[in-house]
């Protein structure tokens, strides 16, 4: 969650590594993801365009895997480059289940896809090392930096991807059932401040908002649940945010142990938030500031220290990013824009060709867990959310500076600032249009599917994530099913 790297949001929990970058660098207040869950987001910052361009609808489709890459044009100009860790940008994986909550979530049924969120402690007071992959990836990282980049004769780009701080699978409610436990140990538990956690204020189910109520039903949310047990969710979210800091600091060490800190630019961001129990859900797939506000400092040569940048900024502006600080040609289609000019103070028009940078930010969702494409527009105060083909589902609409919470839907109050916002959005993409063909290929793709399993169909359907509710009444999900298609 992007708010964690600033005031008052980090307060809940000690973040040194990240105070560090903040010290040294530059902190991006508004920073978004383009699609809120893992590959369609990682397609975005891969590719330099927003998700209708690449068609990564879900965790399953994202970019084809000889996709051209700002990396890849990094290292044909000249750069080593390296990866570690989680990539998740190309399509062809996750589980059978992502894929077909994802192609039904048109269907006309409600089924709990995800266990319910708990915590879990693990370990005693001095295992820091909770998630051994996550460690084992970053001192491959570390020793990289340390045996090979310093000894380099030519620049490097070194990319680390941290699974953390993502919730674990969650065992006790059957096999394959999500990642819905938060897990630490008391090392990382101690970094937080109870104090300072805000318990999040839920609005009845009854005057939810369809598609929130949806996603909440889905994800397992709309059972009883005490305020110390909301609290210790995010508590134990937090410890696991701390645990990725220090992940973070191992780079930032290594780096200065081999002097090579004050010529490396380090920028450290997400793929997306995490709710943790606001808006009565847990995960991301959400247009509230916990799902789709992310992460984004930057440190090193060139980058003013202690600088704060209020513009709104998104995932896609990575790629364009990392070629101006190569001095790459930057192509004209994409749609990014550099981040150099704001962390160098210029003039936005001596720098982009393509004239200035946008007053706006871009984010939709094709995926599981909601029951409809999803659009958000972020400018100024205002962050406008349309759904679908614009008038079959109710748009939502908040003024982030008297509503920070988002709890007051102000859509119908103000409909010239709705409109004024759906004009905007209307001329960035054609979003009935992108709705509808997603829908198509959600069918198609659950046709071919079930196809390819013959008599196998009713029997591996049922025991998808969902089979606790399935199990119940097999034969009305089937048909809900027949009557879609």
């Not at 990836?137 to 953390?164: H, S």
């Not at 047990?229 to 191992?250: K, P």
């Not at 780079?251 to 808006?279: N, P, Y």
């Not at 896609?316 to 000019?341: H, W």
Request: proline share 6%; net charge neutral; with cysteine.
């Amino acid at each position: 969650d992007g708010r964690l790297t600033f005031f008052p949001g980090n307060r809940t929990v000690d973040l040194p590594s990240i105070n560090f970058m903040k010290r040294h660098g530059t902190v991006f207040l508004n920073a978004y993801t383009n699609s809120p869950i893992c590959c369609p987001s990682r397609a975005a910052m891969w590719s330099g365009l927003f998700t209708h361009l690449t068609e990564s609808w879900n965790n399953f489709k994202g970019l084809d895997p000889d996709y051209v890459t700002w990396m890849d044009l990094m290292e044909k100009h000249g750069y080593r480059a390296q990866k570690f860790g989680k990539l998740d940008f190309t399509s062809g994986h996750h589980s059978v289940s992502n894929r077909v909550e994802a192609w039904t979530r048109d269907v006309n049924f409600l089924l709990r896809q995800e266990g319910r969120p708990m915590v879990k402690l693990t370990g005693h007071r001095k295992q820091f090392r909770v998630m051994e992959k996550d460690w084992q990836t970053t001192d491959k990282a570390v020793n990289w930096i340390k045996e090979e980049a310093v000894n380099f004769t030519q620049p490097f780009i070194l990319y680390l991807g941290l699974n953390l701080p993502h919730p674990y699978p969650s065992p006790y409610a059957g096999e394959n059932f999500g990642s819905s436990t938060f897990l630490t140990s008391p090392y990382w538990l101690e970094k937080v401040n109870y104090e300072a956690i805000k318990i999040p204020k839920w609005s009845s189910l009854s005057e939810m908002h369809p598609v929130d109520y949806y996603s909440s039903y889905t994800k397992n949310c709309t059972g009883e649940f005490t305020k110390e047990e909301v609290r210790n969710i995010r508590a134990f979210y937090y410890a696991m945010c701390a645990e990725t800091d220090a992940m973070l600091g191992e780079i930032i060490s290594a780096l200065q142990d081999t002097g090579l800190l004050g010529k490396t630019i380090v920028i450290f961001t997400a793929d997306h938030g995490e709710l943790a129990m606001e808006h009565r859900q847990f995960y991301k797939m959400s247009m509230y500031e916990g799902s789709s506000h992310v992460p984004l400092l930057v440190m090193g040569p060139g980058v003013r220290e202690q600088q704060q940048i209020r513009n709104v900024v998104s995932l896609v502006d990575i790629y364009p990013t990392m070629l101006d600080i190569a001095r790459v040609p930057v192509p004209q289609n994409l749609s990014g824009y550099s981040l150099i000019p704001l962390l160098h103070e210029k003039a936005e028009s001596e720098a982009s060709p393509r004239g200035p940078r946008p007053s706006w930010v871009l984010s939709e969702f094709h995926g599981c867990n909601v029951n409809s494409s999803v659009y958000m527009l972020r400018t100024g105060k205002w962050k406008y959310i349309t759904y679908s083909d614009g008038s079959s589902v109710l748009p939502q609409l908040f003024d982030l500076t008297a509503d920070p919470d988002e709890l007051t839907n102000i859509a119908r109050k103000f409909p010239v600032t709705v409109h004024s916002l759906d004009k905007i959005l209307c001329s960035i993409v054609n979003y009935p249009k992108v709705s509808s063909s997603v829908r198509e290929y959600n069918k198609q793709q659950f046709i071919s599917w079930k196809q390819s399993l013959g008599h196998n169909y009713s029997s591996v359907i049922a025991n998808l994530r969902w089979h606790q509710d399935w199990l119940k009444d097999q034969k009305k999900y089937e048909n809900a099913i027949d009557k879609w298609l």
